[in-house]
């Protein structure tokens, strides 16, 4: 029996960009850019597509979701 591959749309940390991707909000954002760390705009969230999946993906509540899946 093979178990669905859970996606990172389906995933509690997940926060939709898009109907392609989001972001990961599994960990507090990381530093991106080449300017000081204390400039707001440069912290960012992983972007990720909506039909990846890690090790760290935890469902979301069943009363945030669809019978298909998506989030409500």
């Known amino acids: 029996m093979t178990h669905p591959t859970p996606h990172c749309e389906q995933c509690r940390y997940f926060q ?10 599994r960990f507090p954002p ?3 850019g080449d300017s000081s760390p204390r400039e707001i705009h440069h912290w960012r969230f992983p972007t990720v597509s909506a039909h990846a999946w890690c090790g760290e993906y935890l469902p979301q509540p069943t009363d945030q979701m669809s019978s298909t899946g998506v989030s409500i």
């Open 16 to 25: 939709p960009l898009d109907a392609m991707s989001g972001q990961c909000h």
């Open 30 to 32: 990381q530093f991106a």
